[in-house]
């Protein structure tokens, strides 16, 4: 059997957004932007798949909705506009995000710093949550941007995005959010966030990879990363990925048409995992199920080292993380569990289970069976859980 539960890393593209992007490959392969039948074809298409990411976060037609390559890119292109348009010109010098966010956002932040900005790291609390009223105590009239992720892609955890784009709002200061795991997951609505920037990433619901997008809200639009052609209202150049903007249109689509599936009973098959998980000696989960999207789990093995559990999943057909594969090549502990302060032994032994409306109920049953066996393996041959005192206070909130 073969199970992906590595969902928040990416998805299988669905086959209905598949269908509708394929003709745009041998058929209507047109530049939109030349003058002939060929382009002509693609209009109606482009149309149709931009009103559906406009429907899917509620955004009014006079606000920008621009395709971008990935969410990478329209992280990238929030910091350094910022930088070029509020910074550089010497109107503000201080931008906030989270000590959690996507490392595409902490690499910006991270660059602009050594230009000479200055960043607020702002941390989580103990369940793994940044709190509003952090957000507020940092902001001054020196604040560019705040720039704080919707939903974790770690944990599943969900950031309280209304309170803090109301406060940004109060206070004048820019908000930008990630919503690359909220799309989907949670309903998203940029007017009732009060939302001035988000970023999107298709291949995150179940649409294709190498598409992704930035709202920018009207009169808020920041100056273009790619300069060149007048593509995209001038907001972004280069040839429009006709095929990627009608199959992140049609994945939109289907996304909200699934939300009440995903909330539910994908969201049954994840509690059955966890309470599986969580019945077995010396595991533990940091934030609380319903401030959580309903398809992740982030849980520790003690004595397990993550690495090591993901070979045993591997071998049996199961995909599953032990963080952000952006960041896999290295053997790091887990970036979320290091800012809630678990000691460092327990969060290398962090493993993300990431599900979507594709997991089936059969599979869940077989990975429970599968972690079991592996865990009792793993725990068997290490030499530091047969010496770990009961009861060790592991710094975390939840669990056994
Ligand atoms: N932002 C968040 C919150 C993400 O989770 C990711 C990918 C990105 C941005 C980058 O998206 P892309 O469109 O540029 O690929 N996150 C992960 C992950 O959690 N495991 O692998 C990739």
């Known amino acids: 059997m073969r199970v992906y539960l590595d969902n928040n890393a990416t998805t299988i593209v669905d086959p209905h957004v598949f269908e509708e992007m394929e003709p745009f490959f041998v058929q209507k392969y047109g530049n939109p932007n030349s003058l002939h039948q060929f382009a002509s074809d693609t209009h109606k298409p482009l149309k149709e798949g931009m009103q559906k990411i406009y429907a ?14 990935c969410a990478t890119e329209s992280n990238n292109w929030v910091f350094k506009s910022i930088y070029f348009d509020y910074i550089l010109t010497g109107r503000k010098n201080h931008i906030i995000i989270s000590e959690v966010e996507h490392p595409s956002v902490i690499a910006c932040a991270k660059f602009l710093e050594s230009k000479g900005c200055k960043v607020t790291y702002l941390p989580i ?3 793994g949550i940044v709190e509003a009223h952090t957000v507020a105590a940092f902001i001054t ?3 560019a941007l705040v720039s704080i992720m919707w939903v974790n892609n770690e944990t599943g955890a969900i950031f309280p995005i209304h309170e803090i784009g109301e406060i940004c709002k109060a206070k004048g200061v820019l908000f930008h959010t990630d919503a690359v795991q909220a799309i989907g997951k949670v309903p998203v609505d940029v007017q009732a966030a009060n939302i001035d920037y988000l970023t ?4 995150k619901f179940h649409g294709p990879k190498g598409v992704g997008a930035l709202y920018m809200k009207k009169d808020k639009e920041l100056t273009p990363l790619l300069h060149g052609g007048s593509q995209m209202g001038g907001h972004r150049s280069g040839t429009l990925n006709v095929a990627g903007i009608v199959g992140m249109g049609k994945a939109m689509e289907q996304a909200a048409d699934s939300l009440d599936y995903e909330m539910h009973d994908v969201k049954e098959m994840r509690d059955r995992l966890e309470d599986a998980l969580l019945a077995m000696k010396d595991t533990f989960v940091v934030t609380p199920r319903e401030k959580r999207v309903a398809n992740t789990i982030l849980v520790s093995f003690r004595g397990v080292e993550g690495e090591a559990m993901l070979w045993d999943l ?13 960041a896999s090549e290295d053997l790091e502990s887990n970036p979320v569990m290091e800012a809630i302060g678990a ?3 327990l969060a290398h032994t962090a493993i993300r289970f990431s599900l979507s409306r594709y997991t089936t109920p059969e599979e869940i049953d077989y990975v429970i069976d599968v972690v079991r066996t592996a865990a009792d393996r793993l725990r068997g041959i290490s030499s530091s859980y047969a010496y770990a005192p009961d009861g060790h206070d592991c710094g975390l909130s939840t669990g056994h």
């Open 56 to 69: 899917g976060i509620h955004a009014p037609n006079e606000d920008s909705v621009v395709i971008t390559s």
């Open 125 to 127: 609390n103990s369940e």
């Open 141 to 143: 009239d020196k604040t």
């Open 200 to 203: 999107m990433s298709a291949h």
């Open 314 to 326: 591997n071998r049996a057909g199961i995909a599953a993380s032990t963080g952000s594969a952006c």
């Open 343 to 345: 000691e460092a032994d």
